[in-house]
């Protein structure tokens, strides 16, 4: 079972810092995800940086979304 995510904060080149409640912190590319009229709108950074927590997920201020275990096993260990 992955832990509980318990903060994010927006970095550099489309990345996310996340926090996770046992300590561990991942950084996660988002990059990829930027296509299409939907997730297009987190290429203005001024979108991608209205990130945060939503449940056991990230979200952004127009709803997008990306799946929990994505987060966290697509993340890098820093």
């Known amino acids: 079972m ?3 995510l318990t903060d ?3 970095l550099e ?3 996310l810092l996340l926090c996770y409640n046992n300590g561990e912190q991942r950084v996660f590319d988002v ?7 939907w997730y297009g709108q987190l290429s203005d950074p001024n979108v991608f ?3 945060r927590v ?8 127009n709803g ?8 966290y096993e ?5």
């Not at 990059?31 to 009229?37: A, E, K, L, M, V």
């Not at 697509?74 to 820093?78: E, F, P, Q």
């Open 49 to 51: 940086r209205t990130v």
């Open 31 to 37: 990059t990829p995800y930027i296509t299409g009229s």
């Open 13 to 15: 080149d489309f990345r």
């Open 2 to 4: 992955q832990p509980e």
């Open 64 to 71: 997008q979304d990306i799946a929990p275990h994505e987060l």
């Open 8 to 10: 994010v904060k927006p």
């Open 74 to 78: 697509l993340s890098k260990t820093i």
């Open 54 to 61: 939503s449940g056991r997920t990230v979200e952004w201020a």
